[in-house]
């Protein structure tokens, strides 16, 4: 069901109300006041996005209505109908908080103009909403999608899921790109909407709900203004839950009301906002085991299980690390302004290196060994001089033996052989170090200071 704002047209004369309503209720759904009364009543009930008021009510004094609606609900805006084109009245309207004004005479011959009015009005207010939000997230950054087929796919796939209304969710282990991903559909569907992300292995148990649902002024002490949460400024936009399988089940039954629903109460207050949010989630937890298991509820799981998708790890496929590497290496050339390659040694250890991280860990070794080169220094990586095939080959001891050499090794050329400060970048005393040296038979080629 296609989301409809609440709009309230408070208008004294019956017949503007029924031609108001005629007008409008393709778009949005319309609430009716004929009082003062019914229209503050409505606005303490429902969740007003805007009001078209009547410039002349009978039991109103000149802008007293106008003035205790933009005091009491200052998130509501206005929209003047008057019979009058005097500039000044228009003016007033202006100075006393409404955003703009229609003339009822024009909607005769124009009557798409209310619906134009008050669609622009509303875009904009969501546009300032999001720009103004401090947990939105940017999506203005270039996506790299490597030249592989079965990657492509996935993100193609993933894109047209959202946009055919499916709730997404995205497998995959830590580090793969479950953001990008995101990022990505954002920037392709809807990139002027909210993008607002909920990690939710870092939630706060005891300020969650303040944080998800919001607070009104008031609800507890220390609410001194009234603060949206972060399902109501995904409101219009993409809510990205990410790590949803490290949700508390008391956090589960309250997510699972709020996407059956699409509304939410503040905390403190008593008013159901009406949301209209696209849903993403991302895990990397099997979430079929948690819900045998009794970690996460089933109903939930088959609500936002409507289209899942998966990205690989790069252990999976050493070319999406020779491509993402290149990726990273020219991006990191060009931020520090120079032209840094990667031995053939080098980047045949790269490729075989499981890393463990994926892509987070892979552009934070790579931005290392680019900065390092921008400042005049040889950086060789710790996992470029561990021995390959570890497990295939050697005893535990051999191989513990064997990255033990090579850090001491990373450590000496590193200080240019002095035992000091390769003691120091071991975080060992430099008389331990000494008899590591022993032990392995390494000899530092120049003064051992």
């Known amino acids: 069901m296609k989301f409809k704002p609440l709009i309230l047209i408070i208008d004294d004369n019956t017949l503007v109300r029924l031609q108001f309503k005629s007008l409008l209720c393709a778009n949005f759904t319309v609430l009716e006041a004929e009082t ?10 429902n969740d007003i996005q805007l009001v078209v008021l009547d410039l002349l009510m009978p039991d109103v004094h000149e802008f007293d209505l106008l003035t205790t609606i933009r005091r009491e609900h200052p998130d509501v805006s206005i929209v003047m109908a008057t019979v009058s084109d005097d500039p000044q009245m228009v003016l007033n309207c202006l100075k006393h908080g409404a955003k703009d004004y229609v003339f009822k005479e024009d909607l005769e011959t124009n009557p798409g103009l209310l619906n134009k009015t008050i669609q622009e009005i509303l875009d904009a207010k969501l546009e300032r909403q999001w720009s103004e939000s401090r947990v939105a997230i940017e999506s203005d950054i270039d996506i790299f999608i490597p030249d592989i087929r079965d990657y492509q796919t996935t993100f193609d796939l993933a894109l047209r899921a959202v946009k055919g209304g499916l709730s997404l969710v995205i ?15 954002h920037q392709k569907l809807m990139p002027k909407k909210p993008l607002i992300s909920i990690d939710c292995g870092a939630i706060c148990h005891s300020l969650a709900e303040a944080e998800l649902f919001g607070t009104e002024r008031g609800a507890f002490t220390g609410a001194v203004d009234t603060r949206k949460g972060k399902f109501e400024m995904a409101n219009g936009g993409i809510l990205f839950l990410d790590e949803v399988g490290n949700l508390s089940r008391e956090l589960q039954e309250k997510l699972l009301c709020v996407l059956e629903t699409k509304r939410v109460v503040r905390i403190g207050g008593h008013k159901e906002i009406q949301l209209d949010f696209t849903l993403i989630t991302a895990t990397n937890k099997d979430l079929e085991v948690a819900v045998k298991n009794g970690e996460f509820r089933s109903d939930l799981y088959y609500r936002i299980k409507q289209f899942v998708v998966k990205l690989p790890a790069l252990k999976e496929n050493p070319e999406l690390i020779r491509q993402f590497s290149e990726h990273y290496i020219s991006e990191f050339n060009q931020k520090y302004s120079c032209n840094f390659r990667l031995s053939a040694p080098i980047q045949q250890k790269l490729l075989e290196s499981h890393w463990v991280g994926n892509l987070r860990e892979l552009k934070n070794e790579i931005q290392i060994m680019v900065w390092l080169h921008s400042q005049g220094e040889i950086h060789i990586p710790r996992w470029a001089t561990a021995p390959s095939n570890l497990s295939k080959e050697g005893t535990l001891n051999d191989q513990i033996d064997a990255i033990e050499v090579g850090e001491i090794k990373n450590a000496l050329t590193k200080h240019n052989h002095n ?12 008389s331990t170090l000494q008899g590591k040296l022993r032990k392995h038979n390494i000899y530092p080629t120049k003064s051992i200071g």
Do not use: D, F, M, P
């Open 36 to 45: 003062q009364r019914a229209a503050l009543t409505h606005l303490r009930t």
């Open 419 to 430: 035992l000091s400060g390769a003691a120091r970048e071991l975080k060992i005393h430099r």
């Open 171 to 185: 497998l995959g282990e830590t580090g793969v790109g479950k953001g990008t991903l995101v990022t990505y559909i």
